[in-house]
């Protein structure tokens, strides 16, 4: 009996070491692409009589919601989500986005900084990839999206929340295996436990964007979503957008 224990925790102590050296690997190896340029706040869309006609969206989260994949704004998720909107409704904009945020730091940020504008019909919230590398605790996990949740709804007076799903981190072909098989488990373990809370939330809705995840739709660090994949989530989410939307 001792002997098998000794073998499975040898076993674990390898492995665990193994993770860290293709962990350290992969940040090395992987290429870093910056957040593209481009305006982070704005208004588009059609000229409405009155500011109550107005539909605000807020675009917060990592380097996904940054943009970082493609080299302009007009090319990521915020670009091509507004321009879906703009055709219908009259669109005050921002994009409060960072690389490498976990939802921690997102939390911190919101906090510090003032708001951008009061009563948000729609926050599109990208964050998570972060929180599934830095092995971030599921009860801390929870814990920090339901700080985030009522942050929003209590500091910004956010109608509706989209929480964009944690991609399928088991396709990212720039994570070596068993890595990737690892990291893509833990993805599906968090994402499990988003959707238990925002069941719970009535302002809270679930995003699970419909993207084929192939090379076409990865950027060159075959991590960050593409220019193809940012218009599939865009044009999803303002799907979403317009159904929950009434003005």
Not at 89 to 94: A, C, K, L, P
Not at 209 to 230: M, N, R, T, V
């Amino acid at each position: 009996m001792i002997t098998i224990l000794f073998i499975i925790f040898a076993l674990t102590i390898i492995a665990i070491f193994l993770l860290l050296i293709q962990g350290r690997w992969t940040r090395k190896s992987t290429v870093k692409l910056p957040e593209p340029n481009g305006a982070r706040k704005g208004r588009s869309g059609k000229i409405l009589p009155t500011e109550g006609d107005t539909l605000k969206v807020l675009i917060i989260g990592d380097s996904s919601a940054a943009g970082v994949g493609v080299d302009h704004q007009d090319k990521a998720l915020t670009g091509f989500l507004i321009a879906s909107l703009a055709d219908q409704f009259s669109v005050e904009w921002q994009l409060m986005a960072k690389t490498g945020f976990t939802c921690t730091e997102l939390i911190k940020q919101l906090q510090q900084q003032p708001q951008p504008f009061t009563h948000i019909d729609h926050v599109i919230v990208a964050i998570g990839v972060n929180d599934v590398t830095n092995l971030t605790r599921r009860k801390q996990w929870q814990k920090n999206l339901v700080t985030l949740v009522d942050l929003l709804e209590n500091q910004f007076h956010t109608h509706n929340i989209i929480f964009t799903a944690i991609p399928p981190m088991h396709l990212f072909t720039a994570l070596p295996q068993p890595l990737r098989w690892i990291l893509g488990t833990r993805a599906k373990q968090l994402n499990q436990l988003m959707a238990e809370i925002i069941q719970t939330k009535p302002t809270c809705h679930l995003l699970q964007p419909d993207i084929p995840f192939s090379e076409h739709y990865l950027a060159d660090d075959k991590f960050h979503p593409s220019q193809a994949s940012y218009k599939l989530w865009a044009e999803q989410a303002a799907q979403l957008i317009r159904k929950l939307s009434v003005i």
